[in-house]
Nanobody, 112 residues
Framework: VQLVESGGGLVQPGGSLRLACAVS????????MGWYRQEQREFVAAITT?????AYAGSVEGRFTIARDRNKNTQYLQMNSLKPDDTAIYSC?????????WGQGPQVTLSS
């Protein structure tokens, strides 16, 4: 299984970015997948595939939105009102019956 991420970059405070994470297999079971940011050692957001229930870290609640496209086996993280503290490598994760897979993570950098 491979996770292919895209969408990182340099953005000014207050700006927005959207990250994407495409999973190379069909997601046909109920799992919780999401995003983790390394610098803060923090799970940012997660979504449960069977219910689309979402959960967020308190630090991003109201600013970030996780969603997924069932047909594309892709999850997204829409990040709005970005702050300097959001600077990090954002790795997506996806579990199946065999393992938990991680993306390498796009870098998100907030310019000063």
């Amino acid at each position: 299984v491979q996770l292919v991420e895209s969408g990182g970059g340099l953005v000014q405070p207050g700006g927005s970015l959207r990250l994407a994470c495409a999973v190379s297999e069909s997601i046909d079971k109920s799992v919780s997948m999401g995003w983790y940011r390394q610098e803060q050692r923090e799970f940012v957001a997660a979504i449960t595939t069977s219910t689309n229930h979402t959960a967020y870290a308190g630090s991003v609640e109201g600013r970030f939105t996780i969603a997924r496209d069932r047909n594309k086996n892709t999850q997204y993280l829409q990040m709005n009102s970005l702050k300097p503290d959001d600077t990090a490598i954002y790795s997506c994760f996806y579990p199946n019956m065999d393992n938990i897979y991680w993306g390498q993570g796009p870098q998100v950098t907030l310019s000063s």
